[in-house]
């Protein structure tokens, strides 16, 4: 069953980009034509979906008599700067539109994961700060990170970056040992190796498989479908997940889940709360900030 | 990044330069970054009284640093012409007020990051990219600084935060608004936003 896990996962990915272009198609049916969403969508029909696909269905469609106002607008603005009249330059890598067909499912997806920051994150997290000194949570993160390595090993590799991969190798086998288990993160205090992060979600990227789409999870927190699959792929890729199948039941593993978490969010706690206040829009905020960093992540 | 989104933060702090490089747009980035931090590490300034005196030599030094009408004009992009002169000179107004009070309170926070400034990049005739790293203590953060030159000075006009940049990001929020209601919507989200003051 575990050798065919990577198989499960190819073919799930296949039919995710498949769906993916079935519901970018979907998505880009609006209520009225323009020659600019004509050659869009055959644009979208012959080629693989990418993350610069500039699939825009921001507007419910519901707002026909304004939609054909602005619609002209929007498509402008996504063409060459000379009728902008700024440099080509502030475009540039920027501008990543994704469609967000299940908006409402999104937002509300979005407004719970706010809630349960608020109400159950921040005060489990604030109370565990309060018991657990800062080098004991330290050195849990160091322990959690090290245990993402095997993870960031594969994933490298399977984006043929060979050095990044070689790293990530040397500071699992370093840490785990003179690092003692993953306690102390020695290869980057010692060797200087720094981590080279790369995910399933970048690998799947990587080999042409865009977004897709918008999709929020429930604690998971913004995602796409490519994205989701990457995110199956990680989690299987972590060592604890063997141990979760196996010798460890689910109500310790979950345990152990929870500590991480709490853990990692003590580090970050205000950051979301300074995003919030620095957004007029969090939703969409959040939903574009998400897309930039996954297409940065992806061109490192 | 779907745990640890760093969301938008100017993050200055204690400073070892260990660049090398001369160039004009690196210095002068450096140079306000060094500022802030005196401010924030100056023990006359310590303490929730000193907070506003904190906050108000900061802001004095971002508006040195930063070209809030460049910054609002590629916020808006192409919608900056759906705005009137008057309009437009009061949306600068309240977008440097928000990015001022939405930051402010996040950096008198900070105590012992590091700041790495790393290189710049030319990105075209009159703007170049700073790279820096902050050093926090589980991750580093690549935070750039585009400045553009205008009479001979450099100022931001945007940063990029873990791959995210800020003008861009509100482009996306701003669009949202602007494809369905007038400007004078965004004008008065943006008042009452502005209007409830820092929250810290």
Same mark, same amino acid.
């Given at each position: 069953?575990?050798?065919?896990?990577?198989?499960?996962?190819?073919?799930?990915?296949?039919?995710?980009?498949?769906?993916?272009?079935?519901?970018?198609?979907?998505?880009?049916?609006?209520?009225?034509?323009?020659?600019?969403?004509?050659?869009?969508?055959?644009?979208?029909?012959?080629?693989?979906?990418?993350?610069?696909?500039?699939?825009?269905?921001?507007?419910?469609?519901?707002?026909?008599?304004?939609?054909?106002?602005?619609?002209?607008?929007?498509?402008?603005?996504?063409?060459?700067?000379?009728?902008?009249?700024?440099?080509?330059?502030?475009?540039?890598?920027?501008?990543?539109?994704?469609?967000?067909?299940?908006?409402?499912?999104?937002?509300?997806?979005?407004?719970?994961?706010?809630?349960?920051?608020?109400?159950?994150?921040?005060?489990?997290?604030?109370?565990?700060?309060? *018991?657990? +000194?800062?080098?004991? &949570?330290?050195?849990?993160?160091?322990?959690? #990170?090290?245990?993402?390595? %095997?993870?960031? @090993?594969?994933?490298?590799?399977?984006?043929?970056?060979?050095?990044?991969?070689?790293?990530?190798?040397?500071?699992?086998?370093?840490?785990?040992?003179?690092?003692?288990?993953?306690?102390?993160?020695?290869?980057?205090?010692?060797?200087?190796?720094?981590?080279?992060?790369?995910?399933?979600?970048?690998?799947?990227?990587?080999?042409?498989?865009?977004?897709?789409?918008?999709?929020?999870?429930?604690? *998971?927190? +913004?995602?796409?479908? &490519?994205?989701?699959?990457?995110?199956?792929? #990680?989690?299987?890729?972590? %060592?604890?997940? @063997?141990?979760?199948?196996?010798?460890?039941?689910?109500?310790?593993?979950?345990?152990?889940?929870?500590?991480?978490?709490?853990?990692?969010?003590?580090?970050?706690?205000?950051?979301?709360?300074?995003?919030?206040?620095?957004?007029?829009?969090?939703?969409?905020?959040?939903?574009?900030?998400?897309?930039?960093?996954?297409?940065?992540?992806?061109?490192? | 990044?779907?745990?640890?989104?760093?969301?938008?933060?100017?993050?200055?702090?204690?400073?070892?330069?260990?660049?090398?490089?001369?160039?004009?747009?690196?210095?002068?980035?450096?140079?306000?970054?060094?500022?802030?931090?005196?401010?924030?590490?100056?023990?006359?300034?310590?303490?929730?009284?000193?907070?506003?005196?904190?906050?108000?030599?900061?802001?004095?030094?971002?508006?040195?640093?930063?070209?809030?009408?460049?910054?609002?004009?590629?916020?808006?992009?192409?919608?900056?012409?759906?705005?009137?002169?008057?309009?437009?000179?009061?949306?600068?107004?309240?977008?440097?007020?928000?990015?001022?009070?939405?930051?402010?309170?996040?950096?008198?926070?900070?105590?012992?990051?590091?700041?790495?400034?790393?290189?710049?990049?030319?990105?075209?005739?009159?703007?170049?990219?700073?790279?820096?790293?902050?050093?926090?203590?589980?991750?580093?953060?690549?935070?750039?600084?585009?400045?553009?030159?205008?009479?001979?000075?450099?100022?931001?006009?945007?940063?990029?935060?873990?791959?995210?940049?800020?003008?861009?990001?509100?482009?996306?929020?701003?669009?949202?608004?602007?494809?369905?209601?007038?400007?004078?919507?965004?004008?008065?989200?943006?008042?009452?936003?502005?209007?409830?003051?820092?929250?810290?």
């Amino acid at each position: 069953m575990k050798r065919m896990r990577p198989a499960i996962l190819l073919l799930l990915s296949l039919f995710l980009s498949i769906l993916n272009q079935a519901v970018a198609i979907a998505a880009s049916i609006e209520p009225y034509d323009s020659p600019v969403r004509e050659e869009e969508r055959t644009f979208r029909l012959l080629s693989p979906i990418t993350e610069t696909d500039p699939i825009q269905n921001e507007q419910p469609p519901l707002v026909v008599a304004q939609q054909k106002g602005s619609g002209k607008e929007d498509p402008a603005q996504e063409r060459p700067d000379e009728q902008r009249g700024f440099n080509a330059e502030e475009m540039e890598g920027e501008a990543v539109l994704v469609a967000d067909p299940l908006r409402p499912w999104n937002k509300a997806m979005f407004l719970f994961n706010d809630k349960l920051y608020f109400w159950v994150l921040k005060p489990v997290t604030l109370g565990y700060t309060y *018991i657990a +000194p800062e080098p004991l &949570r330290m050195i849990l993160n160091n322990f959690f #990170d090290n245990l993402r390595a %095997p993870g960031r @090993f594969v994933n490298n590799l399977l984006q043929l970056k060979m050095k990044a991969a070689g790293n990530e190798f040397v500071r699992f086998v370093f840490n785990s040992t003179a690092g003692l288990g993953g306690l102390a993160d020695a290869a980057k205090d010692l060797l200087h190796i720094q981590k080279s992060p790369a995910d399933f979600g970048q690998t799947l990227g990587y080999y042409g498989i865009g977004h897709g789409f918008y999709l929020v999870w429930p604690m *998971i927190g +913004p995602s796409s479908p &490519r994205d989701t699959v990457g995110y199956i792929g #990680d989690r299987i890729l972590y %060592p604890l997940s @063997f141990l979760s199948f196996t010798e460890i039941s689910f109500g310790v593993s979950s345990v152990i889940f929870v500590i991480e978490t709490v853990n990692e969010t003590s580090f970050q706690i205000g950051d979301y709360e300074a995003f919030k206040e620095a957004a007029i829009d969090p939703y969409v905020s959040l939903r574009d900030a998400y897309f930039q960093n996954r297409k940065k992540a992806m061109e490192k | 990044m779907k745990k640890r989104l760093a969301g938008f933060l100017f993050i200055l702090g204690m400073m070892f330069p260990l660049s090398v490089f001369s160039a004009v747009p690196l210095e002068t980035v450096k140079g306000h970054v060094n500022r802030v931090f005196e401010v924030l590490r100056d023990p006359a300034l310590k303490g929730e009284s000193a907070n506003k005196a904190k906050r108000g030599k900061i802001r004095s030094i971002s508006e040195e640093m930063f070209d809030y009408t460049e910054l609002s004009k590629r916020s808006l992009g192409q919608n900056w012409n759906k705005l009137n002169p008057d309009q437009q000179k009061e949306f600068i107004k309240l977008f440097k007020s928000l990015l001022e009070d939405a930051y402010a309170d996040k950096i008198t926070s900070y105590t012992d990051e590091r700041v790495i400034f790393k290189k710049e990049i030319a990105l075209s005739e009159k703007t170049v990219e700073v790279q820096t790293t902050v050093v926090t203590k589980t991750s580093e953060v690549p935070i750039d600084y585009r400045v553009i030159e205008k009479n001979g000075e450099w100022k931001v006009y945007d940063v990029v935060i873990e791959g995210v940049s800020l003008i861009s990001n509100y482009r996306s929020q701003f669009r949202e608004i602007l494809a369905n209601k007038p400007p004078e919507t965004l004008l008065e989200t943006l008042r009452k936003k502005v209007g409830k003051g820092p929250t810290r």
